[in-house]
């Protein structure tokens, strides 16, 4: 024997331990179980609670639509009645509220804009004020009126206040009490109706009217 044969002999090699694959591909289709498993189980905790009065009660309280926020209570809390067009803000033009909006103020006819703490609004016949903003959570609303969820359009959803008047915290703004009110939210913009006078079927047809769209 050489050498080198010898050395060869001699030398040791450690090679990693052979994975375990089979156990890995046993696991593989369990893993895929607990996804559906997690949705039952959700479903069912929401139904659970639902089942029980204060818990119901609870959920039920509270409405959520990208910026705005409802809240049910039993009692209102204190706020001024004040015109719909009192502390709108600044006057702005077209150009201006596209750069704050992110797009062109809808409908492109429209009367003149102003805009306060990044809300662009603007009087509607009725009369009617019309707000639109993009960033989330602007608006809280109290209310202890009727609040329904209404279909605007076949992909938009909306919130139909009515009834009493409730009270709406705009950013910087005191609260003031609101008359009836239909809000709805498209791509990242969220839209607001308000007039004491709005009935339902106004208020969605002047929101499609915005969207240039049709119920489905």
């Known amino acids: 024997m050489t050498e080198l044969e010898r050395e060869l002999r001699a030398l040791r090699l450690d090679w990693p331990g052979t994975p375990d694959v089979a156990s890995r591909l ?19 905790a929401v ?23 409802v809240e049910r209570v039993a009692t209102l809390p204190p706020a001024e009645e004040r015109p719909l067009a009192a502390g709108l803000g600044r006057e702005v033009g077209d150009a201006e509220a596209r750069a704050l909006l992110g797009g062109r103020f809808l409908p492109a006819a429209h009367g003149t804009l102003y805009e306060r703490d990044g809300i662009v609004s603007t009087l509607l016949r009725g009369p009617v004020l019309l707000s639109e903003f993009g960033a989330p959570e602007y608006l809280k609303k109290f209310v202890t009126s009727n609040v329904e969820w209404v279909k605007v359009a076949p992909d938009v959803q909306g919130l ?23 809000v709805f939210a498209t791509g990242s913009r ?21 969207l240039g769209t049709t119920a489905g």
């Open 26 to 44: 046993e696991l593989r289709p369990r893993r895929r179980l607990l996804v559906p498993a997690l949705v039952v189980a959700a479903v069912v």
């Open 160 to 182: 139909w206040i009515s009834g009493a008047p409730h009270v709406v915290f705009f950013p910087s703004a005191s609260p003031r009490l609101a008359g009836n009110v239909l």
């Open 190 to 210: 969220t839209f607001r109706l308000e007039g004491r006078d709005l009935t339902k079927d106004d208020a969605l047809a002047k929101a499609r009217e915005i």
């Open 47 to 69: 139904a659970a609670a639902l089942a029980v009065p204060q818990s119901r009660s609870a959920i039920l309280r509270f409405f959520h639509l990208r910026g705005v926020t």
